[in-house]
């Protein structure tokens, strides 16, 4: 009965943890809601992208991921 | 011939090379990119993570664009994760074509987007700790040369 949200990158330090079990389902405001003001900040930006079930949504305000879904919260990226 | 990969280990690029260039037979060039981790003062180690189910398809889908908009033969690209240290590579990106500039263009068109357009995230160990690292400027003004 749960949503795993991970967290990449330097939003792991931001959230404190590098993943988190929430209830499914999740939407949207669901995920501004279980993630914490800090991460929900950089959410809202234009530079973090959500992946659902292995996926990056065009829209990450149409998020809604079912039970035993991963939810991967992608800021921006460096390699190389 | 083409050969994408992710690893987890430290890599001898030589070792990759020599079996890329015999494995695309009638070849004019191969252009060679290998990236290190710098030697900067201060930085101990450098850590690159990436995310399963994007990364080595995001590489995949790279190379797709690449075989559409070059005339390859052949195309290597291996890339590190997990944590480093100065003088280790990081990176490699190698291309067979019969004709240099298509493979010297497809080394640069993969490695701008490997450096801010796939999924890993860089951080550094200097004395006080982790900090990440973020594409500069340059970077994201030499992913738009490609005009995609």
Known sequence: MAVTILFLGPLRDLAGEAERQVSAPLDWAGLLDAVGPDVAGQLSGERVNVACAGKVLADKTALNAQDGEEVALLPPVSGG | ?148
């Open chain 2, 1 to 148: 011939m083409r050969d994408i990969r992710l690893l987890t280990e430290p890599f001898y690029p030589g070792a990759l090379i020599g079996p890329f260039t015999n494995a695309n037979p009638g070849l004019g060039g191969v252009c060679t990119f290998v990236g290190e981790v710098r030697l900067d003062e201060g930085v101990e180690a450098l850590e690159l993570t990436h995310y399963e189910p994007l990364t080595l398809q995001g590489m995949q889908e790279l190379a797709d664009r690449a075989f559409a908009r070059f005339k390859l033969m052949g195309l290597l690209m291996v890339h590190r994760v997990g944590q480093m240290h100065p003088g280790e590579p990081i990176v490699c990106v190698s291309a067979a074509a019969r004709h240099r500039r298509d493979a010297i263009d497809t080394v640069d068109f993969c490695m701008d987007h490997l450096k801010s357009a796939a999924w890993f995230w860089k951080r550094e160990k200097r004395a006080d700790g982790w900090h990440w690292i973020e594409p500069r400027a340059d970077d994201y003004a030499d992913l738009a040369r490609w005009g995609e």
